[in-house]
């Protein structure tokens, strides 16, 4: 019967309990605390996820991803011109001034000027805003008896032929001043537009053009060439070849592309002025491969914009979750489900590397004072103090000032942060272990192990400490989770990670508009969400622990 009963103990029983060692009861407690095996469970996944599944997705935590929209884009802008163009003849280099002074020769009526080179010129209309300039060589010649000067006067015209050579003059009252002229340039309001992008125009080609436009002939000759003039009115007009073919288009307005590498035909520009003649808001251009755009016609004072929707590479941004992105991308186009597994590392790691750096100086500040007292004890009590007088919220943003302005990089910023944290953080740790050790010191074991020579340092660290590490791992356990919300607090703040490197906490930062907040909230609740469970675990491991090592639990 005896052996029976033996045989039906439970690991519970009291007579059982007492074989078992400390620690085996000590893990026989926590493995009944089912938070705590919950909790567990929770951290191994979370470790799995930052770590093994950031080695396993085929993304990087910065890779952008792109997409393709129809976005309306600027293509072209006109605007009507209001400066004067020169358009010089061949092997004639004007002087720089030269427009500057055609404007005021035009505006003040007075068709004669000299340039800073000493070189004088003149202007003789052929149309409206249409003149020839003339380079001009004064001479004492009197020609107010010629032909040619008579006509010109009847004609009201300042140039005619005399003895085979192109005369200018001048009259003021009574007094007739004869330049001989040579024509050196072309100067009218128009654009002159190619319809193939390297074609050149001569001169005589602007010249002749210019003039037939003026007396509204349909025909005129270049060099041989017979070019057809089709007037929309006055001041533009599409010119043809001897073959029918589009040549070039002249108009009073400046038509270019704002796109590089495109080349406006004289077709696209002619329904440009067309449309804005009309004052529509749109139109359409059938283009060379058969393709009808729609463009839309914008006007700020006498500028147009001319745009046009086409397909465009676009960051991915906010792209809400597919086979693709699981969880969706972020406002830089990045995979948030790589990013929360890198960010995880960074979260995690903060967290242990931060309690192991409060660990060691918390100890070692905690188990000196405990241990000597005295003046040692209340001189390293008052340094305690005075880290705990420190505000911890105004050093973050002092120091994140400090790291932004001298541009530390994502890494060092990382290791940067998990020291300010355990400088701010370890007093805690110091004092419980200062504690535990007040109580210990005084025992009966520790005067043994005085009597038998052992050092101080082996007393400490040796017989001392390891009785204070079930409250420190208690301790440390719990104060995980606070860390972690400590770090994803700076992250918020923007004191913490910066971009590109990631954190659960900078992903949350990311999110800093309502609109955002409130229509991408597979941006945020992911990240959130990691953050509650993982400090949420921390605590149900500690709560666990704490009942673990308590001596007065039975169960």
């Given at each position: 019967?005896?052996?029976?009963?033996?045989?039906?103990?439970?690991?519970?029983?009291a007579q059982r309990v007492r074989v078992l060692s400390p620690?085996?009861?000590?893990?026989?407690?926590?493995?009944?605390?089912?938070?705590?095996?919950?909790?567990?469970?929770?951290?191994?996944?979370?470790?799995?996820?930052?770590?093994?599944?950031?080695?396993?997705?085929?993304?990087?935590?910065?890779?952008?991803?792109?997409?393709?929209?129809?976005?309306?884009?600027?293509?072209?802008?006109?605007?009507?011109?209001?400066?004067?163009?020169?358009?010089?003849?061949?092997?004639?280099?004007?002087?720089?001034?030269?427009?500057?002074?055609?404007?005021?020769?035009?505006?003040?009526?007075?068709?004669?000027?000299?340039?800073?080179?000493?070189?004088?010129?003149?202007?003789?209309?052929?149309?409206?805003?249409?003149?020839?300039?003339?380079?001009?060589?004064?001479?004492?010649?009197?020609?107010?008896?010629?032909?040619?000067?008579?006509?010109?006067?009847?004609?009201?015209?300042?140039?005619?032929?005399?003895?085979?050579?192109?005369?200018?003059?001048?009259?003021?009252?009574?007094?007739?001043?004869?330049?001989?002229?040579?024509?050196?340039?072309?100067?009218?309001?128009?654009?002159?537009?190619?319809?193939?992008?390297?074609?050149?125009?001569?001169?005589?080609?602007?010249?002749?053009?210019?003039?037939?436009?003026?007396?509204?002939?349909?025909?005129?000759?270049?060099?041989?060439?017979?070019?057809?003039?089709?007037?929309?009115?006055?001041?533009?007009?599409?010119?043809?070849?001897?073959?029918?073919?589009?040549?070039?288009?002249?108009?009073?307005?400046?038509?270019?592309?704002?796109?590089?590498?495109?080349?406006?035909?004289?077709?696209?520009?002619?329904?440009?002025?067309?449309?804005?003649?009309?004052?529509?808001?749109?139109?359409?251009?059938q283009d060379e491969n058969g393709g009808n755009d729609k463009?839309?016609?914008?006007?700020?004072?006498?500028?147009?914009?001319?745009?046009?929707?086409?397909?465009?590479?676009?960051?991915?941004?906010?792209?809400?979750?597919?086979?693709?992105?699981?969880?969706?991308?972020?406002?830089?186009?990045?995979?948030?489900?790589?990013?929360?597994?890198?960010?995880?590392?960074?979260?995690l790691l903060i967290g242990f590397v931060v309690v192991i750096?409060?660990?060691?100086?918390?100890?070692?500040?905690?188990?000196?004072?405990?241990?000597?007292?005295?003046?040692?004890?209340?001189?390293?009590?008052?340094?305690?103090?005075?880290?705990?007088?420190?505000?911890?919220?105004?050093?973050?943003?002092?120091?994140?000032?400090?790291?932004?302005?001298?541009?530390?990089?994502?890494?060092?910023?990382?290791?940067?942060?998990?020291?300010?944290?355990?400088?701010?953080?370890?007093?805690?740790?110091?004092?419980?272990?200062?504690?535990?050790?007040?109580?210990?010191?005084?025992?009966?074991?520790?005067?043994?192990?005085?009597?038998?020579?052992?050092?101080?340092?082996?007393?400490?660290?040796?017989?001392?400490?390891?009785?204070?590490?079930?409250?420190?791992?208690?301790?440390?356990?719990?104060?995980?989770?606070?860390?972690?919300?400590?770090?994803?607090?700076?992250?918020?703040?923007?004191?913490?990670?910066?971009?590109?490197?990631?954190?659960?906490?900078?992903?949350?930062?990311?999110?800093?508009?309502?609109?955002?907040?409130?229509?991408?909230?597979?941006?945020?609740?992911?990240?959130?969400?990691?953050?509650?469970?993982?400090?949420?675990?921390?605590?149900?491991?500690?709560?666990?622990?704490?009942?673990?090592?308590?001596?007065?639990?039975?169960?």
């Amino acid at each position: 019967m005896e052996e029976k009963k033996e045989q039906k103990m439970k690991l519970d029983d009291a007579q059982r309990v007492r074989v078992l060692s400390p620690g085996m009861l000590v893990a026989k407690r926590f493995f009944r605390n089912r938070l705590a095996i919950v909790g567990l469970v929770i951290i191994v996944c979370m470790f799995l996820f930052a770590f093994l599944g950031g080695a396993l997705i085929p993304y990087s935590q910065s890779q952008v991803f792109y997409t393709t929209d129809e976005m309306k884009k600027d293509y072209a802008g006109a605007t009507y011109i209001t400066d004067y163009q020169t358009f010089p003849a061949e092997n004639v280099k004007l002087p720089k001034d030269s427009n500057s002074k055609t404007i005021l020769a035009v505006t003040t009526g007075k068709l004669i000027f000299t340039s800073k080179e000493d070189r004088t010129f003149g202007l003789s209309p052929i149309g409206e805003g249409v003149y020839i300039m003339y380079e001009l060589i004064p001479e004492e010649k009197d020609l107010s008896d010629t032909d040619g000067y008579l006509q010109a006067a009847e004609d009201e015209t300042n140039v005619f032929e005399a003895d085979g050579q192109i005369w200018l003059y001048e009259a003021d009252g009574t007094d007739v001043t004869f330049y001989e002229a040579t024509e050196a340039a072309v100067v009218c309001q128009r654009s002159f537009t190619p319809y193939e992008a390297d074609t050149v125009f001569p001169y005589a080609f602007y010249c002749n053009v210019l003039k037939a436009m003026g007396d509204g002939e349909t025909k005129v000759i270049v060099d041989g060439d017979t070019y057809t003039i089709v007037q929309d009115d006055e001041s533009s007009a599409m010119i043809y070849n001897a073959s029918g073919k589009e040549y070039a288009y002249v108009s009073d307005m400046n038509i270019n592309s704002v796109v590089e590498g495109v080349f406006l035909t004289p077709a696209f520009k002619e329904v440009v002025r067309e449309a804005i003649d009309a004052k529509v808001e749109t139109f359409q251009y059938q283009d060379e491969n058969g393709g009808n755009d729609k463009y839309i016609l914008e006007r700020k004072n006498n500028q147009y914009t001319i745009r046009r929707y086409q397909e465009t590479k676009v960051i991915d941004t906010y792209a809400s979750p597919s086979k693709e992105h699981p969880v969706g991308t972020d406002a830089n186009g990045m995979d948030l489900l790589a990013r929360l597994m890198y960010g995880g590392r960074i979260s995690l790691l903060i967290g242990f590397v931060v309690v192991i750096i409060e660990l060691i100086i918390g100890v070692i500040v905690g188990g000196v004072a405990g241990f000597f007292g005295g003046w040692v004890d209340n001189l390293l009590m008052r340094f305690v103090d005075i880290i705990y007088c420190i505000p911890a919220i105004p050093l973050y943003m002092i120091l994140g000032s400090i790291m932004d302005y001298y541009q530390v990089s994502a890494t060092l910023r990382i290791y940067l942060l998990c020291v300010v944290i355990s400088i701010i953080g370890w007093v805690g740790i110091a004092r419980i272990v200062r504690g535990q050790i007040l109580s210990l010191r005084e025992q009966e074991f520790m005067v043994a192990a005085e009597a038998t020579g052992i050092s101080v340092r082996r007393r400490i660290f040796k017989h001392l400490i390891p009785n204070v590490i079930p409250q420190l791992i208690v301790f440390a356990t719990m104060g995980l989770g606070d860390i972690i919300l400590t770090e994803a607090s700076l992250s918020f703040l923007g004191l913490g990670i910066k971009y590109p490197a990631a954190s659960w906490g900078s992903i949350i930062n990311a999110v800093n508009d309502s609109y955002v907040m409130t229509n991408y909230v597979f941006v945020w609740i992911p990240a959130g969400l990691l953050i509650l469970l993982t400090v949420l675990a921390f605590n149900f491991i500690g709560d666990g622990l704490r009942d673990a090592f308590d001596p007065k639990m039975k169960r």
